[in-house]
């Protein structure tokens, strides 16, 4: 059973904009938190977003601090990742999560505590 599935990917040039979202269900909203992941080649995976399930607690790295912006619609059980004025540097798969265990809202989280995990939208930015 997939309990998050993103959406939204595809390519963008330098400066432009794209909304991802991850459609989840009524029991990855009881989670503690829901998070958006990046991983780009050759890299490892990294935290971009982590925010409170239906709460007003969140972090960002600080690569993207002041361009992503990440909600989320209790009603319609979606999590969205707006992401503005985007970089070449921002090009990687995109990936949703839950944890259900107590989340760090800081740069101290713990990629182990998120439980599910989406199957990866990819994000293609051009200079």
């Known amino acids: 059973q997939l309990h998050m599935v993103e959406s939204g990917g595809g390519s963008v040039q330098a400066g432009g904009s794209l909304r991802l979202s991850c459609q989840g269900s009524?029991?990855?909203?009881?989670?503690?938190?829901m998070a958006w992941f990046r991983q780009a080649p050759g890299k490892e995976r990294e935290g971009v977003a982590i925010m409170e399930t239906g709460g007003m607690r969140t972090y960002y790295v600080d690569s993207v601090k002041g361009r992503f912006t990440i909600s989320q619609d209790n009603g319609k059980k979606e999590v969205y990742l707006q992401m503005n004025n985007v970089k070449p540097e921002d090009t990687a798969t995109y990936y949703c999560?839950?944890?259900?265990?107590?989340?760090?809202?800081?740069?101290?989280?713990?990629?182990?505590?998120?439980?599910?995990w989406g199957q990866g939208t990819q994000v293609t930015v051009s200079s």
């Open positions: 009524a029991y990855t909203f009881n989670s503690d938190g």
């Open positions: 999560a839950a944890s259900f265990r107590r989340c760090r809202y800081n740069s101290n989280y713990v990629m182990g505590d998120f439980d599910y």
